[in-house]
């Protein structure tokens, strides 16, 4: 038998996915003031952290979504 679905805490789960991800973000550009990457290491490191910054709107709207739902279920 399935879990039941669970989803007290995924707001919380979610922000602290965005500011694990802003910290990679943040270590990433730090890498890049590395003088010793190659232009390749950086330009991969710039195309990474595009994603990281689309995946951190994807997850603070999620977040408001989320949100939304636990009030409407507390209504």
């Given at each position: 038998?399935?879990?039941?679905?669970?989803?007290?805490?995924n707001?919380?789960?979610?922000?602290?996915?965005?500011?694990n991800t802003?910290?990679?973000?943040?270590?990433?550009?730090?890498?890049?003031?590395?003088?010793?990457?190659?232009?390749?290491?950086?330009?991969?490191?710039?195309?990474?952290?595009?994603?990281?910054?689309?995946?951190?709107?994807?997850?603070?709207n999620?977040?408001?979504?989320?949100?939304?739902?636990?009030?409407?279920?507390?209504?």
């Amino acid at each position: 038998m399935a879990k039941p679905d669970n989803r007290k805490d995924n707001v919380k789960k979610l922000k602290e996915m965005v500011q694990n991800t802003i910290g990679n973000i943040e270590a990433a550009e730090e890498t890049m003031s590395n003088t010793h990457i190659t232009q390749e290491q950086r330009q991969q490191i710039e195309t990474k952290n595009e994603r990281r910054r689309a995946s951190i709107e994807s997850m603070r709207n999620e977040i408001k979504d989320e949100a939304q739902a636990q009030e409407n279920r507390f209504e």
